[in-house]
């Protein structure tokens, strides 16, 4: 049974679920005919059939075989003839011609602006990049300390979400009206494609569990449209920084109001955002398809978020999607200002774009209600970057008036390691390994810690174990079949850490986590940057050090895992699957 404070946390995180997850308020400009027969091409289909009638009548053809012509030239051209994007025979044919005359060239794109640090009075410095006359401020959300995730089909609920509505009201600030704020989050179920991250994959199946996830918020400044309070602050360049750290500075104060952290971006933490957007990969040497970009096999497709998917149901069915890393990019900016709409309630447009990293390029948009976006994936790009090299593009604002985003919140941080299930079914998920949780304590039998820990290498741990029963460990080491993943130090090194070997780069954008294990052994001091797990029994002494994250298992029901963190307190039932137990059978069979 949960603690009291657990089930504060709880509520809090039903009420932030269950509010309304697509609003009806957000209206798509574009009319819905046009979505599937644009106006783009029906104008050239209509003067192609306008020419072969005027070919028909030079030949003196009967009226009604004109008309007859005209048809065939319409019902040819317009007629869906297959389930994919485009669908019709004029698409096929446009996309073609587009993708050879519109493509962005990366060996063409415009020198973007250089990352500068601006120093500040009282220390530090902030980041800033000028691109398209528009000054750049970037922030990233700091995660929670040690926060549960309950996850279900279809949502999610966590104790921080970043709620739109308020990204939307930091736009105007007094004197200062900024262009617009995106809010980039890219983020992945696992750390690469190997066999242990493919069986974690297909236990946590349709749940929107991000295991990895960063949130940045990308602030654009238009000079020439804060004319008076750039003056006002001394005008020219002088000024035109200050408004902008100022405007920066409001917006992470009013996230502060919420209890949510942030950290305003150096010039060098802004170059680095833009390579893990692209993940590690210059710019020219992507090589683009007409569904997605390509790179060392590969595939980077973007979709265009339908507005039905605007909601928290629709967020959650896209991270649920399995992938190498997500990246979902939704962008506000202030609206067109009318006299009846009230001063609350501001209008606001949004667009929104999801990249999937995937091994194979798609045929199909993996979530009704993504729009493909074919021959414009390197604009589609380039428009997600914090370094914005070509203009707005390729994605429809949906248009209403601020309030119609309420309800929309995106988390965020990513859930961190599936343990078990609640009472009700539903998935809970903690960070256990990493940054942020530096010292872990399992205190049950050793099958317990050998899931956590198989489900940790699927997370991009590098693991190393000291034990004194290495023979335990042995059939599980043999199985994973990795030494960068799972390794054993010396026999009698359990009093100190031996050298580990290098951890193998992982393909996606997140850094391997260094894992040092203490079974049967009392931990050393922490090494630099690795997460301490210590492995003990109920009777033995606890660590020196107060564990970030404890899980216990009841002796008397062995798949009962008490959760205790900083903040909450929960029981789940761990599930162990028959995949797992290839890796730690032998294990289970000997605790029980």
């Given at each position: 049974?949960?603690?009291?404070?657990?089930?504060?946390?709880?509520?809090?995180?039903?009420?932030?679920?269950?509010?309304?997850?697509?609003?009806?308020?957000?209206?798509?400009?574009?009319?819905?005919?046009?979505?599937?027969?644009?106006?783009?091409?029906?104008?050239?289909?209509?003067?192609?059939?306008?020419?072969?009638?005027?070919?028909?009548?030079?030949?003196?053809?009967?009226?009604?075989?004109?008309?007859?012509?005209?048809?065939?030239?319409?019902?040819?051209?317009?007629?869906?003839?297959?389930?994919?994007?485009?669908?019709?025979?004029?698409?096929?044919?446009?996309?073609?011609?587009?993708?050879?005359?519109?493509?962005?060239?990366?060996?063409?794109?415009?020198?973007?602006?250089?990352?500068?640090?601006?120093?500040?009075?009282?220390?530090?410095?902030?980041?800033?990049?000028?691109?398209?006359?528009?000054?750049?401020?970037?922030?990233?959300?700091?995660?929670?300390?040690?926060?549960?995730?309950?996850?279900?089909?279809?949502?999610?609920?966590?104790?921080?979400?970043?709620?739109?509505?308020?990204?939307?009201?930091?736009?105007?600030?007094?004197?200062?009206?900024?262009?617009?704020?995106?809010?980039?989050?890219?983020?992945?179920?696992?750390?690469?494609?190997?066999?242990?991250?493919?069986?974690?994959?297909?236990?946590?199946?349709?749940?929107?569990?991000?295991?990895?996830?960063?949130?940045?918020?990308?602030?654009?400044?238009?000079?020439?449209?804060?004319?008076?309070?750039?003056?006002?602050?001394?005008?020219?360049?002088?000024?035109?920084?200050?408004?902008?750290?100022?405007?920066?500075?409001?917006?992470?104060?009013?996230?502060?109001?919420?209890?949510?952290?942030?950290?305003?971006?150096?010039?060098?933490?802004?170059?680095?955002?833009?390579?893990?957007?692209?993940?590690?990969?210059?710019?020219?040497?992507?090589?683009?398809?007409?569904?997605?970009?390509?790179?060392?096999?590969?595939?980077?497709?973007?979709?265009?978020?339908?507005?039905?998917?605007?909601?928290?149901?629709?967020?959650?069915?896209?991270?649920?999607?399995?992938?190498?890393?997500?990246?979902v990019t939704v962008r506000l900016r202030p609206g067109e200002q009318r006299?009846?709409?009230?001063?609350?309630?501001?209008?606001?447009?949004?667009?929104?774009?999801?990249?999937?990293?995937?091994?194979?390029?798609?045929?199909?948009?993996?979530?009704?209600?993504?729009?493909?976006?074919?021959?414009?994936?390197?604009?589609?790009?380039?428009?997600?970057?914090?370094?914005?090299?070509?203009?707005?593009?390729?994605?429809?604002?949906?248009?209403?008036?601020?309030?119609?985003?309420?309800?929309?919140?995106?988390?965020?941080?990513?859930?961190g390691q599936l343990i078990g299930a609640d009472e009700l079914g539903q998935?809970?998920?903690?960070?256990?390994?990493?940054?942020?949780?530096?010292?872990?304590?399992?205190?049950?039998?050793?099958?317990?810690?050998?899931?956590?820990?198989?489900?940790?290498?699927?997370?991009?741990?590098?693991?190393?174990?000291?034990?004194?029963?290495?023979?335990?460990?042995?059939?599980?080491?043999?199985?994973?079949?990795?030494?960068?993943?799972?390794?054993?130090?010396?026999?009698?090194?359990?009093?100190?850490?031996?050298?580990?070997?290098?951890?193998?780069?992982?393909?996606?954008?997140?850094?391997?986590?260094?894992?040092?294990?203490?079974?049967?052994?009392?931990?050393?001091?922490?090494?630099?940057?690795?997460?301490?797990?210590?492995?003990?029994?109920?009777?033995?002494?606890?660590?020196?050090?107060?564990?970030?994250?404890?899980?216990?298992?009841?002796?008397?029901?062995?798949?009962?895992?008490?959760?205790?963190?900083?903040?909450?307190?929960?029981?789940?039932?761990?599930?162990?699957?028959?995949?797992?137990?290839?890796?730690?059978?032998?294990?289970?069979?000997?605790?029980?």
């Amino acid at each position: 049974m949960n603690e009291p404070n657990s089930e504060s946390a709880h509520s809090a995180r039903e009420r932030t679920e269950n509010r309304n997850t697509v609003n009806a308020a957000l209206r798509d400009p574009e009319f819905w005919l046009f979505r599937h027969i644009p106006l783009r091409y029906m104008i050239p289909l209509a003067l192609f059939a306008a020419l072969a009638a005027w070919v028909a009548t030079a030949f003196d053809a009967p009226a009604a075989v004109i008309a007859i012509v005209v048809a065939v030239v319409l019902i040819a051209g317009a007629a869906p003839v297959r389930r994919r994007h485009p669908r019709n025979v004029v698409g096929m044919i446009a996309r073609a011609i587009a993708f050879r005359r519109r493509r962005v060239r990366p060996d063409k794109l415009p020198a973007g602006g250089e990352a500068v640090d601006v120093p500040l009075a009282e220390g530090g410095s902030y980041g800033v990049r000028w691109d398209n006359g528009l000054l750049i401020t970037m922030m990233r959300i700091d995660p929670p300390p040690d926060a549960l995730t309950l996850l279900r089909r279809g949502s999610l609920s966590t104790d921080q979400v970043l709620p739109l509505t308020e990204i939307g009201r930091c736009l105007s600030q007094f004197d200062i009206q900024l262009a617009s704020i995106d809010v980039i989050s890219t983020g992945a179920r696992t750390a690469s494609n190997g066999i242990v991250a493919r069986l974690y994959d297909s236990i946590i199946g349709p749940l929107p569990a991000i295991a990895h996830r960063t949130v940045w918020l990308v602030l654009r400044l238009d000079p020439l449209a804060n004319v008076r309070a750039v003056d006002n602050r001394g005008g020219g360049a002088t000024g035109t920084l200050r408004t902008a750290i100022i405007a920066t500075r409001r917006v992470a104060n009013r996230l502060a109001a919420l209890d949510i952290s942030t950290s305003v971006l150096t010039a060098s933490e802004m170059n680095a955002a833009v390579r893990v957007l692209t993940r590690g990969v210059a710019l020219e040497d992507f090589a683009e398809t007409p569904h997605s970009l390509v790179h060392d096999g590969v595939h980077l497709t973007s979709y265009e978020i339908g507005p039905e998917l605007i909601g928290s149901r629709g967020f959650a069915d896209i991270w649920a999607t399995p992938s190498m890393s997500t990246t979902v990019t939704v962008r506000l900016r202030p609206g067109e200002q009318r006299s009846a709409q009230p001063e609350d309630s501001p209008p606001i447009t949004l667009g929104a774009l999801v990249r999937f990293d995937t091994e194979a390029e798609p045929t199909a948009p993996p979530v009704a209600g993504l729009r493909p976006l074919p021959g414009r994936q390197f604009r589609a790009l380039l428009d997600c970057l914090p370094a914005q090299f070509t203009g707005h593009d390729g994605v429809s604002d949906y248009r209403g008036p601020l309030d119609a985003l309420d309800g929309i919140a995106l988390p965020t941080a990513g859930c961190g390691q599936l343990i078990g299930a609640d009472e009700l079914g539903q998935g809970i998920a903690v960070p256990l390994i990493g940054e942020g949780t530096r010292h872990l304590e399992v205190i049950g039998k050793l099958d317990l810690a050998q899931q956590v820990i198989l489900r940790a290498i699927a997370l991009g741990a590098h693991v190393v174990v000291h034990t004194d029963r290495p023979e335990a460990w042995h059939s599980m080491v043999v199985n994973v079949g990795d030494p960068y993943a799972l390794s054993l130090a010396p026999r009698f090194a359990g009093t100190g850490h031996s050298p580990a070997p290098p951890a193998a780069a992982t393909p996606g954008p997140f850094p391997a986590a260094t894992v040092i294990v203490f079974d049967g052994i009392a931990p050393t001091a922490q090494a630099g940057g690795a997460t301490i797990v210590h492995v003990r029994a109920p009777h033995a002494p606890a660590s020196a050090v107060d564990a970030d994250v404890v899980l216990i298992q009841d002796p008397a029901a062995p798949n009962s895992i008490t959760v205790r963190t900083s903040t909450a307190t929960t029981t789940v039932t761990m599930v162990t699957t028959p995949d797992e137990m290839r890796y730690i059978g032998e294990s289970l069979v000997a605790a029980r």
